[in-house]
């Protein structure tokens, strides 16, 4: 959806947006605005690249290669928050896996879909998750209509999406009554050097409290939770990493994963636990050698930011559909 006009997507309002900043890519040029009636940010022009572009961006080919092993805060928190209630959890762009993986070990029935084929083949390789398709939210509402779930959850994809009215009407349409939704996102107001990607064509649209609690109760949602994340001192490691990992690489994780792949193949490894040593050995292997090297950089930035709003950098909502 390419947006040329001026009246704000989220609330319709044709007041005139207040003018933020202006971003240039690839020869666009992005602005992002803000509306004067519901407080929504977002980049015109307001477009989705596709999920050739993600398949092919860099950051995104670094995460399916090195799948996180561990949940993130907010794949716990869905879980404790609704415990000891156990169900069925549907992840929009699930990526590699770990939240899915994280559910099931909790006793969830889990199911999944991403648009990033790399993505989709980790999940299953790493995770050996079932129920993980390769499909948009509409492809799959299509094709499983009576598809019916007490969670829905899409971590760090509201700011990716250009359709986010149709987005929750989907989402809706998969939810049982009264279920759940979770979801996280960069916070707006958070240190833009520890955001450097949240720009055009990768991110839409910014949010902070106001802003997506006041859109979520526009379209059929009562939020119940809500939480401002700040930057842990290993986030800033992994900033650092991805920003100048390539200048101190030796090799070793690569290494490792080749070896553990040739045992798999020659019949050396278990097939249904080597996935598994797999992934924690990487892991560890690529956090240690990532603390070694921007341990110390990273703590300063982390106490400089300590007494400020900008140290956070993730926000995280649990809302209910209404009834």
């Given at each position: 959806?390419?947006?040329t006009?001026l009246?704000?997507?989220f609330?319709?309002?044709?007041?005139?947006?207040?003018?933020?900043?202006?971003?240039?890519?690839?020869?666009?040029e992005?602005?992002l605005?803000?509306?004067?009636?519901?407080g929504?940010?977002y980049?015109?022009?307001?477009k989705?690249?596709g999920?050739?572009?993600?398949?092919?961006?860099?950051?995104?080919?670094?995460?399916?290669?090195?799948?996180?092993?561990?949940?993130?805060?907010?794949h716990?928190?869905?879980?404790?928050?609704?415990?000891?209630?156990?169900?069925?959890?549907f992840?929009?762009?699930?990526?590699?896996?770990?939240f899915l993986?994280?559910?099931r070990?909790?006793?969830?029935?889990?199911?999944g879909?991403?648009?990033?084929?790399?993505?989709?083949?980790?999940?299953?390789?790493?995770?050996?998750?079932?129920?993980?398709?390769?499909?948009?939210?509409g492809?799959y509402?299509?094709?499983h209509?009576?598809?019916?779930f007490?969670?829905?959850?899409f971590?760090?994809?509201?700011?990716?999406?250009?359709?986010?009215?149709e987005?929750l009407?989907?989402?809706?349409?998969?939810?049982?009554?009264?279920?759940?939704?979770?979801?996280s996102m960069p916070?707006?107001?958070?240190?833009?050097?520890?955001?450097?990607?949240?720009?055009?064509?990768?991110?839409?649209?910014?949010w902070?409290?106001?802003?997506?609690?006041?859109?979520?109760?526009?379209?059929?949602?009562s939020?119940?939770?809500v939480?401002r994340?700040?930057?842990?001192?290993?986030?800033?490691?992994?900033k650092?990493r991805f920003?100048?990992?390539?200048?101190?690489?030796?090799g070793?994780?690569?290494?490792?994963?080749?070896?553990?792949d040739?045992?798999?193949?020659?019949g050396t490894s278990?097939?249904?636990?080597?996935?598994?040593?797999?992934?924690?050995?990487?892991h560890?292997?690529?956090?240690?050698?990532?603390?070694a090297?921007?341990?110390?950089?990273?703590?300063?930035?982390?106490?400089?930011?300590?007494?400020?709003?900008?140290?956070?950098t993730?926000?995280?909502?649990i809302?209910?559909?209404k009834?």
């Amino acid at each position: 959806m390419d947006r040329t006009n001026l009246n704000c997507y989220f609330c319709g309002s044709s007041g005139q947006p207040r003018e933020i900043e202006a971003y240039r890519d690839g020869g666009v040029e992005y602005v992002l605005r803000e509306c004067s009636e519901c407080g929504a940010q977002y980049w015109t022009p307001f477009k989705n690249p596709g999920a050739k572009w993600y398949e092919e961006d860099e950051r995104y080919k670094n995460a399916n290669n090195d799948s996180a092993g561990e949940p993130a805060w907010g794949h716990k928190k869905i879980i404790s928050f609704l415990a000891p209630f156990r169900g069925r959890v549907f992840d929009i762009g699930c990526g590699t896996g770990n939240f899915l993986s994280w559910a099931r070990r909790n006793g969830w029935d889990v199911a999944g879909i991403d648009f990033d084929s790399n993505a989709i083949h980790s999940a299953k390789t790493n995770f050996l998750l079932p129920n993980i398709e390769l499909a948009t939210l509409g492809d799959y509402v299509a094709r499983h209509r009576n598809e019916k779930f007490d969670l829905v959850t899409f971590f760090d994809v509201f700011e990716h999406i250009d359709n986010h009215i149709e987005f929750l009407e989907q989402v809706a349409h998969l939810l049982k009554p009264g279920g759940y939704i979770a979801m996280s996102m960069p916070y707006r107001r958070g240190s833009r050097w520890l955001q450097p990607n949240d720009l055009p064509p990768r991110h839409l649209s910014r949010w902070d409290e106001k802003s997506l609690k006041n859109f979520l109760e526009k379209n059929g949602f009562s939020a119940k939770y809500v939480k401002r994340i700040p930057a842990p001192l290993f986030y800033i490691v992994m900033k650092l990493r991805f920003k100048y990992g390539n200048m101190f690489s030796l090799g070793l994780v690569n290494k490792v994963r080749q070896s553990f792949d040739v045992g798999i193949k020659s019949g050396t490894s278990k097939k249904q636990t080597a996935p598994t040593l797999k992934i924690k050995i990487i892991h560890n292997l690529a956090k240690i050698k990532d603390a070694a090297i921007f341990g110390i950089p990273a703590l300063v930035i982390w106490l400089v930011l300590l007494f400020t709003p900008k140290r956070y950098t993730g926000l995280f909502v649990i809302a209910r559909r209404k009834v």
